[in-house]
């Protein structure tokens, strides 16, 4: 059985005096040093927050700058598509124009040539017709 005596007193003794060098030697240290990992812990949490809020707003001026880069060389070629079209357009009117003005004057070439041919054959048709006349009736018209 349990007997009390000076031994227990003297356990009881040795076991506060064993909790307050292991209180002194190993807890506190260990604490110590799983309050500075926390605390480091936490440092280190805030500085990669910190990165995420950077890389984010760099994101984001990348995004605005692709944006503006994009719109700016839209407009570049759209400037471009309708200067070539401006000038296609133009170079096409001024062929336009030069083949009109050809064929306006190969046309009255041909006019003047038609008309020259109706004013011999008209001219010819009246000689023409007397000589016929006169190989029927056999003599000369002239009189």
């Known amino acids: 059985m349990i007997t009390i005596d000076i031994t227990m007193f003297i356990h009881i003794i040795n076991m506060i005096v064993l909790m307050f060098v292991l209180n002194a030697i190993l807890y506190k240290p260990v604490q ?7 605390e480091k812990m936490e440092s280190l949490q805030k500085d990669v927050a910190q990165f995420e809020e950077n890389a984010r707003h760099r994101q984001e001026e990348v995004d605005r700058k692709m944006r503006e880069a994009s719109a700016r060389a839209k407009e570049a070629l759209d400037g471009a598509r309708n200067e070539a079209q401006s000038v296609g357009a133009k170079k096409l009117e001024a062929i336009r124009a030069e083949s009109d003005s050809n064929k306006e004057k190969q046309l009255a070439d ?29 003599r000369s018209l002239e009189a």
Do not use: C
């Open 110 to 138: 041909i006019r003047s040539q038609v008309a020259g041919a109706q004013k011999e054959l008209q001219d010819g048709a009246s000689d023409f017709a007397k000589a016929m006349a006169a190989k029927i009736l056999g």
């Open 32 to 38: 110590a040093i799983l309050r500075k990992r926390q």
